[in-house]
């Protein structure tokens, strides 16, 4: 949905949001997959606490596994939301709360064998809605190129047929050059200049160029061919440093940061390293990493695409400022009824596909960082399964509420923004770790300690405060400050690194003296024999 919806608000300008996605999985295979399945760490805090053979360490980790899986439910909540509200009309927090729900108790009672099997099959469901969504409307409504060429001209995007936009009181149409509107509701509107005049149902009159606000909200019906409100122009759609980052003062800093955190957030994200767990040796991590890529590669050739065709069918999402609700809206911009009808349904099985899978396995991990590292390593190593089943599933229940609240604020946060902050701090607080922990045995615990809380808390901290400064300075953006806050992995990440190295020059004495072992155990083959399950039971 967030990659989609992207596309057509913002074109060309965040295509590295898809190919940082993909691409990140490119750095688990040649830097971490088979030497972390090797080493028999479960967990990020496994591997901390078995490299370093601190219990402190783990427990310093265990905190930024819980700041990265909250973060990263924060935009499946949205699409939570988004997806309920758009099937029922129900508000955007009942839908929050209703799916929340739902996958909490899945993940507490299925655990996480029943979610792989849960999630292997939801991965499919929206491989195939996407697919079918692409080329079920491309075959009634003319291919790619078509719509390509008819979206991404100079002039301005228009209407091909008379609209009917529903405006809400606030809203701000921005138009290039007049357009011709008769009103359905009564509406009330102040013009360019700040003029305020109120428009009797069924007026026929002119909107003049430049940003319009809408006092008194109703219906308009815009006429063929006129221009679409808030519509980037199609050369600038259609090319780097865009509508997305042309408002910034500093686009090319935001977006190399941005190619950062999503490549290299991916190493870091807890729920993604845990399944190499399920592999049998560094060989099986190594081949399932390849799969992936060519799977996540197909999976990302269709966002695009479905952003293009939605800026030609569907513009009226721009007026509205709407565009995340373009997985949802577009099957019905295409006839006949009953295939209309049919890609409704399954984008809809695909979308609450999409979200309940990932939710599922962050909260999987999320549960198990609290039940393995924290209750059953450090409060009670003694406990039994029973005991450790029963903590696991009352720490889903927990992480559950937690992020059905959290996910109730988050509904003016673009959902790929929120999914972008997740990979910076993943990329600043664990890559770091497991790169340098992997394979650099120069790297002591005091040093990946400082490294990890360093740029975990700087990342998460500007993160933060984006998220609060953002509403009170709308004018924030074009200043470095604001740059560097927003998209923190560009700085965060060096910081991070830099710490590691320097700390632990400075603490040559603190190499574990067993460290030959453990880089040995992590980098020759199986078949030597010396591959053991490091962090025991």
């Given at each position: 949905?967030?990659?989609?919806?992207?596309?057509?608000?913002?074109?060309?300008?965040?295509?590295?949001?898809?190919?940082?996605?993909?691409?990140?999985?490119?750095?688990?295979?040649?830097?971490?997959?088979?030497?972390?399945?090797?080493?028999?760490?479960?967990?990020?805090?496994?591997?901390?606490?078995?490299?370093?053979?601190?219990?402190?360490?783990?427990?310093?980790?265990?905190?930024?596994?819980?700041?990265?899986?909250?973060?990263?439910?924060?935009?499946?909540?949205?699409?939570?939301?988004?997806?309920?509200?758009?099937?029922?009309?129900?508000?955007?927090?009942?839908?929050?709360?209703?799916?929340?729900?739902?996958?909490?108790?899945?993940?507490?009672?299925?655990?996480?064998?029943?979610?792989?099997?849960?999630?292997?099959?939801?991965f499919w469901v929206k491989v195939f809605a996407l697919t079918l969504l692409g080329l079920g409307v491309m075959a009634v409504a003319d291919w790619y190129g078509f719509h390509f060429e008819r979206v991404s001209g100079p002039e301005p995007l228009r209407f091909p047929e008379a609209k009917v936009v529903s405006?809400?009181?606030?809203?701000?149409?921005?138009?290039?050059?007049?357009?011709?509107?008769?009103?359905?509701?009564?509406?009330?509107?102040?013009?360019?200049?700040?003029?305020?005049?109120?428009?009797?149902?069924?007026?026929?009159?002119?909107?003049?160029?430049?940003?319009?606000?809408?006092v008194a909200g109703g219906r308009l019906e815009y006429q063929a061919g006129s221009p679409v409100p808030n519509a980037p122009v199609g050369e600038s759609w259609a090319r780097p440093f865009g509508p997305f980052t042309s408002g910034l003062g500093y686009p090319l800093i935001f977006t190399y940061s941005l190619?950062?955190?999503?490549?290299?957030?991916?190493?870091?994200?807890?729920?993604?390293?845990?399944?190499?767990?399920?592999?049998?040796?560094?060989?099986?991590?190594?081949?399932?990493?390849?799969?992936?890529?060519?799977?996540?590669?197909?999976?990302?050739?269709?966002?695009?695409?479905?952003?293009?065709?939605?800026?030609?069918?569907?513009?009226?999402?721009?007026?509205?400022?709407?565009?995340?609700?373009?997985?949802?809206?577009?099957?019905?911009?295409?006839?006949?009824?009953?295939?209309?009808?049919l890609l409704e349904a399954v984008v809809a099985a695909g979308a609450f596909s999409a979200f309940m899978s990932t939710t599922s396995g962050l909260m999987v991990a999320v549960a198990g960082a609290l039940a393995h590292d924290v209750y059953a390593r450090t409060l009670r190593p003694r406990a039994s399964s029973?005991?450790?089943?029963?903590?696991?599933?009352?720490?889903?229940?927990?992480?559950?509420?937690?992020?059905?609240?959290?996910?109730?604020?988050?509904?003016?946060?673009?959902?790929?923004?929120?999914?972008?902050?997740?990979?910076?701090?993943?990329?600043?607080?664990?890559?770091?770790?497991?790169?340098?922990?992997?394979?650099?045995?120069?790297?002591?615990?005091?040093?990946?300690?400082?490294?990890?809380?360093?740029?975990?808390?700087?990342?998460?901290?500007?993160?933060?405060?984006?998220?609060?400064?953002?509403?009170?300075?709308?004018?924030?953006?074009?200043?470095?400050?604001?740059?560097?806050?927003?998209?923190?992995?560009?700085?965060?990440?060096?910081?991070?690194?830099?710490?590691?190295?320097?700390?632990?020059?400075?603490?040559?004495?603190?190499?574990?003296?067993?460290?030959?072992?453990?880089?040995?155990?992590?980098?020759?083959?199986?078949?030597?024999?010396?591959?053991?399950?490091?962090?025991?039971?």
């Amino acid at each position: 949905m967030g990659v989609a919806a992207m596309i057509m608000a913002f074109g060309y300008d965040v295509l590295w949001y898809p190919v940082g996605y993909a691409a990140g999985y490119l750095f688990l295979l040649l830097f971490v997959a088979a030497p972390l399945r090797r080493f028999g760490a479960y967990t990020v805090p496994d591997f901390a606490e078995g490299r370093f053979d601190s219990p402190a360490f783990r427990r310093v980790a265990v905190i930024f596994v819980l700041v990265v899986g909250m973060f990263y439910m924060l935009p499946q909540m949205k699409g939570a939301g988004l997806t309920f509200n758009a099937l029922t009309g129900a508000p955007y927090w009942v839908g929050v709360v209703v799916v929340g729900s739902v996958i909490t108790l899945n993940v507490a009672l299925g655990g996480m064998k029943g979610i792989t099997y849960v999630q292997t099959f939801q991965f499919w469901v929206k491989v195939f809605a996407l697919t079918l969504l692409g080329l079920g409307v491309m075959a009634v409504a003319d291919w790619y190129g078509f719509h390509f060429e008819r979206v991404s001209g100079p002039e301005p995007l228009r209407f091909p047929e008379a609209k009917v936009v529903s405006h809400q009181a606030g809203a701000v149409l921005r138009l290039p050059e007049p357009a011709r509107v008769r009103a359905l509701d009564p509406v009330t509107l102040e013009l360019p200049g700040g003029e305020v005049r109120q428009i009797a149902a069924g007026e026929a009159f002119t909107l003049p160029p430049g940003p319009s606000r809408v006092v008194a909200g109703g219906r308009l019906e815009y006429q063929a061919g006129s221009p679409v409100p808030n519509a980037p122009v199609g050369e600038s759609w259609a090319r780097p440093f865009g509508p997305f980052t042309s408002g910034l003062g500093y686009p090319l800093i935001f977006t190399y940061s941005l190619m950062v955190a999503t490549v290299l957030g991916t190493a870091g994200l807890p729920h993604i390293l845990v399944r190499f767990y399920t592999n049998k040796d560094g060989e099986a991590a190594r081949q399932t990493t390849i799969i992936v890529i060519g799977l996540i590669g197909l999976f990302y050739l269709f966002p695009p695409l479905i952003g293009t065709l939605g800026r030609s069918l569907v513009p009226e999402l721009y007026a509205t400022g709407e565009t995340e609700r373009l997985l949802l809206v577009l099957p019905s911009a295409v006839g006949p009824e009953w295939l209309s009808r049919l890609l409704e349904a399954v984008v809809a099985a695909g979308a609450f596909s999409a979200f309940m899978s990932t939710t599922s396995g962050l909260m999987v991990a999320v549960a198990g960082a609290l039940a393995h590292d924290v209750y059953a390593r450090t409060l009670r190593p003694r406990a039994s399964s029973r005991d450790r089943r029963l903590a696991f599933q009352v720490s889903a229940l927990l992480a559950g509420l937690i992020a059905i609240a959290a996910g109730i604020q988050v509904e003016r946060f673009a959902i790929n923004m929120l999914v972008g902050w997740a990979f910076a701090i993943s990329a600043a607080s664990f890559f770091p770790l497991l790169t340098l922990g992997i394979w650099w045995k120069g790297l002591t615990l005091p040093g990946a300690m400082a490294g990890t809380v360093i740029g975990g808390i700087s990342a998460s901290a500007a993160i933060l405060a984006t998220m609060w400064l953002a509403p009170l300075d709308p004018g924030a953006s074009e200043s470095l400050l604001w740059t560097l806050l927003a998209q923190p992995a560009i700085w965060a990440i060096p910081i991070a690194f830099g710490t590691m190295v320097g700390v632990s020059r400075l603490t040559r004495d603190r190499v574990p003296l067993d460290i030959n072992l453990k880089m040995l155990r992590m980098h020759v083959p199986e078949q030597l024999g010396l591959r053991t399950e490091y962090i025991r039971e």
